[in-house]
């Protein structure tokens, strides 16, 4: 997997309870059982029949169905099923969870489970999460043990969340593999809206338009194949956090609305002169990463290896 392997079990929990074994879940688990410490893993879902698999294949030391309690066995719950049913467990569960349960999670969205962490009494144990990685398959099966590793993960936390437990769910997805980022909550779920959601819903609407003009996925070349495989993704997931999601998606929706109205008007006016140039505009954004690692780069060869002021590249741990 790459990196330092722990001496311990991942973030020091020793029990660990997954709520969810789809692809997230699935391959939390599968990643938690490479580990010469493993923690005791208890594994929840709604589908009995994924559990029975999850224990046959040892990648479950225990598996319950949703209200038997289980997950409350464990020093960290992750909620790795979608926002609703994290919202749900959360309110079901929430309040017997074990004394020092620490809860965190994968959903994707920080602000509702933490205003429900709040009400049940357990928001200061709850550490929301938000890895960025992931996969148009979705399920049990689609499971891999390294989808962790190197994803960037958000990490959101009420004031009244101790440094010690901050610590240890940080080291958690640490340990997994991934590259923790704390952020505000609200701010992680308007930026969210604007990199995560806004490209789903446009791959959707764009395999919409195909569908209408009669073409098929195998119709495709690789351009169209790339914008339109996050259609591919789980229709039940993305209805459940649109539902959640910030005024940040419509603005959003919006802006692109209007661009496209306007590129529309160019075309059918034959404009070339502007199209180029709006096309010029977003090449340049599409290659600044690039433009900024050739900066530095000639920076550093022109000064004898020395960088000559701090140039932002890409993996910088700011805001994208």
């Not at 109205?261 to 075309?267: H, K, R």
């Amino acid at each position: 997997m790459g990196g330092a392997v722990p001496e311990r079990a991942p973030g020091g929990f020793p029990s660990v309870a997954v709520v969810g074994l789809g692809l997230m879940g699935g391959s939390l688990v599968r990643r938690l059982r490479t580990f010469p410490h493993p923690p005791r893993i208890i594994g929840g879902d709604v589908d009995s029949v994924t559990g029975l698999r999850a224990r046959a294949d040892g990648l479950v030391d225990v598996f319950g169905l949703p209200g038997d309690g289980l997950a409350g066995e464990a020093e960290l719950v992750v909620l790795a099923c979608p926002v609703k049913a994290a919202l749900r467990f959360l309110a079901e569960e929430g309040r017997t969870l074990g004394p020092k349960t620490v809860v965190t999670d994968v959903t994707g969205l920080n602000n509702p489970l933490l205003r429900k962490a709040e009400q049940v009494g357990i928001l200061d144990r709850t550490v929301t999460g938000h890895p960025l990685c992931g996969s148009e398959s979705s399920g049990f099966a689609a499971g891999r043990a390294d989808l962790y590793q190197d994803a960037r993960v958000w990490l959101s936390a009420d004031p009244t969340v101790p440094e010690s437990l901050r610590t240890a769910v940080a080291d958690f997805w640490t340990d997994v593999g991934g590259q923790v980022e704390w952020i505000d909550a609200a701010e992680h779920d308007e930026t969210v809206a604007w990199i995560s959601h806004l490209p789903q819903i446009l791959a959707s609407a764009l395999a919409g338009a195909l569908d209408s003009a009669g073409y098929r996925p195998r119709d495709l070349g690789p351009g169209g194949r790339d914008m339109t495989r996050l259609a591919g993704s789980s229709p039940a997931m993305w209805a459940d956090l649109l539902e959640y999601s910030v005024p940040a998606t419509g603005l959003g929706l919006t802006s692109i609305s209007r661009a496209l109205a306007v590129v529309a008007d160019l075309l059918a006016r034959r404009e070339m002169d502007h199209i180029k140039e709006f096309l010029e505009l977003t090449h340049a954004w599409a290659h600044e990463e690039d433009s900024l690692a050739e900066r530095a780069e000639a920076e550093t060869s022109t000064s004898g290896g020395v960088p000559g002021g701090s140039v932002p590249v890409a993996g910088g741990g700011g805001r994208p």
